[in-house]
């Protein structure tokens, strides 16, 4: 069959030389002989099938070169967030629970009480200070809190111990910290013969506390604010903070300036550690309280309640006093107990 263009298509395939069944294309550029006088039977500008695969393996990558650079501007700024970006919330505030309840514990359990905890936060407690003679180590040095005074219970002590945490080991919180699985809480361990003997222990202290707080806010040597007298009258003061005012009220007039200590999270059986306390009356019955903490003459008090304190014996002995001044010039005296306070010292076994 002739073609206007000049070219013959046949799909006979009856011609000498060609074979049945192939189609063949011939047109101007098939006639005219190569340099070696031989005629092309393909066209000059077709490749070989491994031309056209290099071929198509280049521009794979160099798409695929294209798409990673697309990519890379894309979620590079959003790498760049992800590996600056700050610490999880979760961990911070596991941070955050774990250093405030090793400043509260340093602060203000006490010097000879033992403290159990799991290996990170005794690890906390040992870099603010805490002797590592006094840390129990649960799991390493110890199987349970069982003979210590106190456990820092993390989320890994309460998903350990479950509910014997506060039915068995450690029935009371001294103090709490954080949120949620960040939580930790200095709790009391009781070593008195079983978590109910002592609530009943810690129950009679507290009425021992309303009973010696009410008759010591009548005591005419005594002064005090109204919140001071309240906080006595309701059981709210440890009673060997009691115990030692009534040791300085015989030997001098006392003005109770205010109450401290109290812990974070802590419950209202859990009494106060401290007290701020300075000399008695002025002439005409002026008080520091009633003054407004204005300047009295207390140099020569202030002195005596020192000396009355370094003479006091375990468990009347503070854990730390010193002598303070306000900003308006009022010289008083700080006296701080450590916690937990003993249950059986003035009310004897429950």
């Known amino acids: 069959m002739a073609h206007t263009a000049g070219r013959a298509i046949s799909t006979l395939g009856s011609e000498p030389g060609r074979q049945k069944g192939r189609v063949v294309i011939e047109g101007p550029w098939s006639l005219e002989p190569a340099s070696g006088g031989q005629v092309r039977d393909y066209a000059r500008h077709a490749r070989s099938l491994s031309a056209r695969r290099a071929r198509q393996r280049v521009l794979v990558l160099a798409l695929a070169g294209i798409v990673v650079a697309i990519g890379t501007v894309v979620a ?15 961990a911070q505030a596991a941070v955050s629970a774990r250093e405030k309840a090793a400043a509260w514990i340093v602060q203000w359990v006490s010097n000879s009480a033992m403290i159990s905890c799991d290996p990170l936060m005794c690890t906390v407690l040992h870099a603010r200070g805490m ?3 006094r ?26 111990f479950g509910v014997r945490l506060a039915r068995v080991f450690a029935p009371t919180v001294l103090a709490s910290f954080g949120h949620g699985p960040a ?3 200095v709790r009391v361990v009781t070593n008195v013969g079983g978590a109910r003997r002592y609530l009943r222990q810690l129950q ?16 005419g040597n005594l002064a005090e604010s109204r919140r001071a007298a309240r906080l006595m009258r309701n059981g709210r003061v440890d009673l060997r903070i009691l115990t030692t005012l009534v040791v300085l009220v015989h030997e001098m007039p006392l003005t109770i300036l205010g109450f401290g200590g109290a812990a974070p999270g802590s419950g209202s059986a859990m009494p106060l550690l401290s007290v701020d ?15 407004g903490f204005a300047q009295v003459e207390a140099a020569t008090c202030v002195a005596k309640i020192m000396d009355v304190l370094r003479a006091q014996i375990p468990p009347l002995q503070p854990a730390s006093f010193e002598e303070l001044q306000s900003p308006d010039g009022l010289h008083f005296v700080r006296i701080d107990y450590g916690a937990p306070t003993p249950t059986q010292v003035f009310t004897g076994p429950a």
């Open 204 to 219: 009679a202290n507290e009425q021992a506390r309303r009973t010696y707080g009410r008759a010591f806010a009548r005591n």
């Open 135 to 160: 840390l129990a180590r649960i799991g390493i040095d110890a199987p349970d809190p069982e003979g210590s005074d106190v456990v820092a219970a993390t989320e890994a002590i309460r998903q350990r």
């Open 76 to 90: 590079g700024p959003r790498a760049v967030r992800i590996l600056t970006a700050r610490p999880d919330a979760a």
């Open 131 to 133: 002797p590592s003679p």
């Open 183 to 185: 939580r930790v809480d």
């Open 277 to 291: 306390v300075t000399a008695g009356t002025r002439p005409g019955g002026i008080t520091a309280a009633s003054s």
